[in-house]
């Protein structure tokens, strides 16, 4: 079956220093990849999402590739600030029909002053 | 433009109890997608709604059922309540065919659902 495997945290970073998640995935055919956030006491907020190999998802200052020959949605921001502090999830869903989204275990970041 | 509601925010439930968790979705929306989120791991799918019926379900136990309105909101209901069931409910909307264009999935903040 389908299934999302993501970097472990925390994360801990100083602002402003580079950001990088590392996501990798299991699916059979085309999937569609993503990246929620979640901060404390909320629920999931779409980031960004890629639909096919190559694609460039990109929003706030972050940014993933859809690598397909790799099996990779790697999450990267050049420069993270106090605010961009919570739980990031990377996950996938089938085009095919309304299949579920699958999420990793998801990766806590901390960017302290 | 309202989005994803869900009541309550948290609920404070015993073992052997039930419970019933409620879902409105994101205007123009017509599937309802319910997750339960453990305290440290990803949300993981229970079910799904569309047009009244159970479409597609995760590997969750028939203690777990839903319904869904005319008017697209939801429900979930958990019966015999067990201590591995307090978690992060997660409800989230979206069009349903609209998944076939990459439309995404909006959700909610969640019902803390906790068994003593």
């Known amino acids: 079956g389908n299934s999302v495997t993501q970097m472990e945290g925390p994360v801990t970073l100083s602002e402003e220093a580079f950001l990088t998640i590392n996501c990798t995935y299991t699916?059979?055919?085309?999937?569609?990849l993503f990246w929620y956030v979640q901060y404390p006491g909320e629920g999931l907020q779409l980031l960004l999402k890629?639909?096919?190999?190559?694609d460039k998802g990109s929003n706030k200052g972050f940014e993933a590739t859809y690598r397909k020959e790799t099996t990779s949605f790697h999450l990267e921001k050049g420069s993270v600030q106090v605010s961009d502090s919570a739980v990031y999830f990377c996950?996938?869903?089938?085009?095919?029909?309304?299949?579920?989204?699958?999420f990793g275990k998801g990766t806590r970041l901390s960017v302290i002053a | 433009d309202a989005g994803v509601t869900q009541s309550p925010t948290h609920l404070i439930k015993t073992r052997g109890q039930q419970v019933t968790l409620r879902c409105s979705p994101k205007?123009?929306?017509?599937?309802v997608s319910w997750y339960q989120q453990a305290l440290g791991q990803g949300p993981q799918f229970i079910f799904q709604?569309?047009?009244?019926?159970?479409?597609q379900r995760g590997n969750f136990p028939d203690r777990f059922s839903g319904h869904q309105f005319p008017n697209y909101s939801s429900e979930l209901n958990v019966n015999a309540l067990l201590l591995g069931d307090s978690a992060l409910y997660l409800c989230?909307?979206?069009?349903?065919?609209?998944?076939?264009?990459?439309?995404?999935?909006?959700f909610g903040d969640g019902t803390r659902l906790s068994i003593l």
């Open positions: 890629a639909t096919k190999a190559d």
């Open positions: 709604y569309y047009e009244e019926e159970e479409r």
């Open positions: 699916a059979t055919g085309y999937p569609s």
């Open positions: 996950a996938l869903s089938d085009l095919a029909g309304n299949t579920p989204l699958v």
């Open positions: 205007s123009g929306h017509d599937t």
């Open positions: 989230a909307s979206s069009l349903y065919y609209g998944m076939s264009n990459n439309q995404p999935q909006h």
